[in-house]
């Protein structure tokens, strides 16, 4: 079996996942006139709302997709929650606008946003189990992290794209072209993972009819301390990742009157950033030891969060792009091996289910 091509796949797959699912975030203060009420002030908090509902749905994701990867195969639920994606991308590409269909305009984008966030639900975790178990133990940091990378190279490129359709000599609607391009790119990573093939733990389940009957009832029978564990390590590492990147990029337009394509060229180069630190954290982590490592990190923050609190109160260009980098920095660093933990937190049996709901 070639595992090695599994694992290519695997990892280029995902980055092209993420380039669908977090591109709505950087596009927000375009879309968000287009697909709620002009004259409405909160216009943008229902963009952000819209937003923030793909990740209250990733727990429903978690458990389907949870379930699939570990009764069905890691690879047959990787590969839905591609298939799955390509339907609510391709539709926000091509929906109207308020003005053309009135409140049916941002429902049905929040439908979409609802099933984009489903299939994220299983996506991550499907990465992260599916590469964790086609790769040496010792390298688990250095694996999460090349995962995370992959991630973070994806959502750049969409925002690269992004930017170069926002440019103010393309037409209003240009916006749509890097959705839709996303939508087919899906396709071409879907047909990707069908090429994969399964990992030697899970083979090995299937083998011996070691099988879980229902996973996620042993991951709340056998595994309440990993999942918590596995919980806090997440929030705070998606924390940083997500003030840093959407809420602060978007400072760009609403505060320091940026063109969109400015704001979304800053967030590509931010993002090739915490993909190249992810890589580095994760070759550190490994070398000095992975747990040793994040709780010295987790020390270091605590300590660095005192003077950078009193750094926000400023809305200049400079002071925002250097918080930015500071907090990439921090983040990067420790979102990268963090997940490496999660091969070792759940028992073959029932992992998938357990990542993915530790990852929502």
């Not at 086609?134 to 995370?148: D, E, F, M, P, Y």
């Not at 037409?171 to 072209?177: A, D, G, K, L, T």
């Not at 047909?191 to 299937?206: A, D, N, S």
């Given at each position: 079996m070639n595992y090695n091509r599994s694992i290519r796949y695997a990892l280029l797959s995902h980055g092209l996942e993420k380039y669908d699912v977090f591109l709505y975030g950087f596009l927000m203060p375009i879309m968000s006139p287009l697909f709620f009420p002009k004259d409405s002030s909160l216009a943008m908090y229902f963009a952000f709302f819209t937003f923030a509902s793909g990740y209250l749905i990733r727990p429903l994701g978690a458990i389907v997709?949870?379930?699939?990867?570990?009764?069905?195969?890691?690879?047959?639920?990787?590969?839905?929650?591609?298939?799955?994606?390509?339907?609510?991308?391709?539709?926000?590409?091509?929906?109207?606008?308020?003005?053309?269909?009135?409140?049916?305009?941002?429902?049905?984008?929040?439908?979409?946003?609802?099933?984009?966030?489903?299939?994220?639900?299983?996506?991550?975790?499907?990465?992260?189990?599916?590469?964790?178990?086609?790769?040496?133990?010792?390298?688990?940091?250095?694996?999460?992290?090349?995962?995370?990378?992959?991630?973070?190279?994806?959502?750049?490129?969409?925002?690269?794209?992004?930017?170069?359709?926002?440019?103010?000599?393309?037409?209003?609607?240009?916006?749509?072209?890097?959705?839709?391009?996303?939508?087919?790119?899906?396709?071409?990573?879907?047909?990707?993972?069908?090429?994969?093939?399964?990992?030697?733990?899970?083979?090995?389940?299937?083998?011996?009819?070691?099988?879980?009957?229902?996973?996620?009832?042993?991951?709340?029978?056998?595994?309440?301390?990993?999942?918590?564990?596995?919980?806090?390590?997440?929030?705070?590492?998606?924390?940083?990742?997500?003030?840093?990147?959407?809420?602060?990029?978007?400072?760009?337009?609403?505060?320091l009157a940026f063109s969109a394509s400015q704001a979304m060229t800053i967030n590509t180069i931010l993002l090739v950033l915490w993909g190249v630190v992810n890589l580095i954290a994760g070759k550190q982590a490994d070398r000095i030891g992975l747990k040793r490592y994040l709780r010295s990190l987790c020390y270091i923050t605590l300590l660095m969060m005192i003077p950078i609190y009193f750094y926000l109160d400023s809305n200049s260009f400079y002071h925002l792009i250097g918080l930015q980098l500071i907090l990439t920095l921090i983040g990067a660093s420790f979102l990268g091996p963090a997940a490496g933990l999660f091969k070792n937190l759940f028992q073959a049996r029932y992992r998938y289910s357990g990542v993915a709901l530790t990852c929502t």
């Open positions: 997709f949870g379930h699939l990867g570990d009764k069905k195969g890691r690879k047959r639920a990787f590969m839905w929650t591609m298939l799955l994606v390509i339907i609510p991308t391709f539709i926000i590409a091509c929906l109207p606008t308020y003005q053309a269909i009135g409140i049916v305009a941002p429902l049905a984008l929040l439908s979409c946003r609802l099933l984009q966030g489903f299939c994220a639900g299983g996506e991550f975790s499907g990465a992260i189990v599916f590469v964790l178990e086609h790769a040496k133990n010792n390298h688990s940091g250095l694996t999460s992290s090349l995962v995370r990378a992959i991630g973070f190279f994806g959502v750049a490129f969409g925002t690269f794209i992004g930017s170069l359709a926002t440019l103010e000599i393309m037409p209003n609607w240009s916006w749509r072209i890097p959705i839709l391009f996303g939508a087919a790119v899906s396709l071409f990573a879907y047909l990707m993972r069908k090429r994969m093939e399964e990992t030697p733990e899970f083979i090995q389940l299937e083998q011996s009819r070691e099988l879980s009957k229902i996973p996620l009832i042993e991951v709340f029978k056998h595994a309440k301390k990993s999942v918590l564990c596995g919980f806090g390590i997440m929030t705070c590492s998606y924390i940083f990742l997500y003030y840093t990147t959407v809420y602060l990029g978007s400072l760009y337009k609403t505060q």
